[in-house]
């Protein structure tokens, strides 16, 4: 019997520098560096990222194979993300792992940074009773994107509905600055959230045809209800009713994030839904999904907290069920900032 194929993935799409390792389908290693300086500037500033990925890439790589306990010549093939994403920080990656893969004379597998967060559904234990049975739904929740997918064997994605504007978790991070909250703003409403009333500010839901989300609506209601203070009313508001502020914004992009969802499977008869994406980490929204889910007598398939956020892990799952179905890039592969999930 061969032995089985060890993959190395790549992460680089936007400002966090990740590398992991994955033997025959299981997690061997997952090492992630994390850009702490955009905090200062309340957003990712592309060139910053780009060059921290130039500085990190290395070392990081080496890190993942350390721990796995193997070198560089033990891979049998390496993948990493061509896109969605940052241009410079896309290029980063992709330009140090097309030279690995020639250096070592091994496949390259390029993934798409959403078709990874999906497949990170197939990261716990890889048994295939954990894993969410094709066809399923998918929310795709994150600082850039909102996507309802339905998925199927062999690759095959069917985006249902997307964000026409904002993304949910983008719409977080602007509110946490309205706020005061900082960078980056997601767990930082959430824990605002827990201690508040949601039901103090009736925020708008916005409602769209089809499956389809907008979440700038949300974002402009509460500079409005800001705005419409003078100066020294703002602080006290916020000083006195923050979290019930927060609590509020939380609940109505959860109630917008859901609603389509529960469409989707009255209308398809698909009963389980997978959550992945940054935002996929709020509890607030993992706790509707799950409810939503086991009306239904479904099941809601949510990846481990430390797979929600952008790694490496999810790009070279995806890329080991990709080199067993005979995907494989040529050298000629490109960044592609704006690559759509098909």
Do not use: W
Not at 61 to 78: F, Y
Not at 221 to 231: D, G, I, K, P, R
Not at 259 to 283: D, F, H, M, W, Y
């Amino acid at each position: 019997m061969l032995p089985p194929p060890i993959l190395l993935g790549i992460e680089s799409s936007c400002d966090d520098t990740a590398a992991a390792v994955v033997a025959g389908g299981k997690l061997i290693s997952s090492v992630i560096s994390s850009q702490v300086d955009h905090a200062a500037f309340g957003g990712v500033v592309p060139e910053l990222a780009s060059r921290a990925h130039l500085r990190a890439v290395i070392p990081i790589v080496e890190a993942a194979l350390d721990r796995a306990g193997i070198v560089a010549s033990d891979l049998d093939a390496v993948a990493v993300t061509r896109g969605p994403g940052l241009a410079g920080s896309l290029l980063v990656g992709l330009s140090f792992t097309k030279a690995l893969a020639l250096s070592l004379d091994v496949p390259l597998v390029g993934v798409n940074h959403l078709e990874g967060h999906v497949y990170s559904l197939f990261l716990e234990e890889c048994l295939e009773e954990d894993a969410p049975p094709f066809p399923f739904l998918c929310l795709i929740v994150s600082g850039g994107h909102t996507q309802l997918v339905r998925v199927d064997e062999g690759f095959r994605h069917d985006v249902l509905g997307k964000t026409r504007d904002d993304a949910a978790g983008e719409a977080f991070d602007k509110v946490a600055k309205l706020l005061g909250l900082g960078y980056p703003g997601g767990p930082a409403v959430e824990a605002s959230a827990a201690g508040g009333d949601p039901n103090f500010v009736s925020f708008p839901r916005t409602r769209l045809p089809g499956y389809d989300y907008s979440f700038s609506g949300i974002k402009t209601s509460v500079l409005y209800h800001l705005n419409a203070m003078s100066e020294t009313e703002r602080r006290r508001h916020l000083d006195g009713h923050l979290e019930d502020l927060c609590a509020s914004f939380q609940q109505a992009v959860v109630d917008m994030l859901v609603e389509p969802v529960s469409r989707a499977v009255q209308q398809t008869g698909l009963k389980c839904i997978g959550l992945v994406g940054g935002v996929s980490a709020n509890r607030a929204l993992r706790q509707r999904l799950e409810a939503a889910a086991n009306a239904i007598g479904g099941r809601l398939f949510v990846p481990a907290p430390i797979h929600s956020t952008d790694n490496a892990a999810m790009i070279a799952m995806t890329a080991h069920y990709k080199l067993a179905a005979g995907h494989v890039s040529t050298l000629s592969l490109t960044a592609d900032p704006a690559l759509a999930l098909t």
